[in-house]
């Protein structure tokens, strides 16, 4: 009997504000894979992994989500996070006023269970997982990455993934902004938790090949206006930085639509 999909996205269709953004999208990924989604801006690259992830707003008006074989189209952010998703933002979020520890302690018993979190072993694994990621002890104390460059930022979101352990990543440009050494610190950490743990999957949303000489994808798709029109191996990836979108976009007869999402 064939195994279960870790996720299965069907015919997704989803606007934000009225205006529509997936159109009619299809993505099958299993445990232990590595799918990267290329695409121009305005493809709606984002927009796919917030629909994922259960952002509020953005609409779903046809499609279904199947995760771990549940169906969790209407399921809420939380839901969604407690069931194993993960979400690393384009563009970390500030908040003032709140340590990094505090964060992450309050982050590990939300998705694990308060009861099952006791303070001095999370602050050893959490000391620990910083070490191995180059993160400086520091940074425990400092607010939720305020003041933050791009390449902490990005860290400290790897960091929340390795403490939470989720069973699929979402990685939204994590690329964005980071030099190579903080490139290669960013997927060193993802690489490490694919390893680790061979039930995990990750979706790389990336512009560029730099990012998958580093996690090396099994798949790669390219998404074009809201649907993917193309899927294979990490040739695509290689073929893309050498002749970028144009060509693809006129074999489809596909107009490139400008948005910011």
Do not use: W
């Not at 279960?4 to 232990?32: D, F, M, S, V, Y």
């Not at 590595?34 to 992994?49: D, E, Q, V, Y």
């Not at 993934?161 to 997927?187: C, F, Y």
């Amino acid at each position: 009997m064939a195994k279960t999909p870790l996720i299965e996205i069907k015919n997704l269709h989803a606007e934000i504000e009225g205006q529509p953004i997936l159109r009619g999208l299809n993505l099958t990924i299993n445990e232990g894979e590595i799918h990267a989604l290329m695409g121009p801006n305005g493809s709606g690259k984002s927009t796919l992994s917030n629909v994922i992830m259960g952002h509020p707003a953005y609409e779903v008006t046809e499609g279904q989500i199947l995760f771990k074989g549940e169906d969790i189209t209407e399921a809420e952010a939380d839901q969604r996070a407690k069931a194993g998703i993960f979400l690393a933002f384009q563009y970390p979020t500030s908040i003032p006023g709140v340590s990094m520890g505090n964060f992450l302690l309050a982050s590990v018993k939300a998705i694990r269970g308060a009861e099952n979190v006791k303070p001095l072993p999370f602050r050893k694994e959490l000391m620990s997982t910083m070490e191995e990621l180059g993160i400086n002890r520091d940074f425990a104390r400092r607010y939720v990455n305020d003041g933050f460059s791009g390449g902490e930022k990005k860290r400290c979101e790897i960091l929340q993934m390795a403490l939470l352990k989720p069973t699929l990543a979402l990685l939204d440009e994590t690329d964005s902004g980071l030099d190579i050494d903080a490139l290669k610190v960013v997927a060193d950490g993802v690489n490490k938790q694919m390893t680790e743990r061979p039930e995990m999957a990750a979706l790389v949303i990336t512009h560029y090949q730099r990012l998958l000489d580093h996690i090396k994808p099994h798949f790669v798709h390219v998404l074009v206006s809201g649907r993917i029109v193309r899927s294979g191996g990490p040739e695509v990836a290689l073929e893309l930085e050498e002749k970028g979108y144009d060509e693809l976009l006129k074999a489809h007869g596909i107009a490139l639509e400008p948005a910011n999402v």
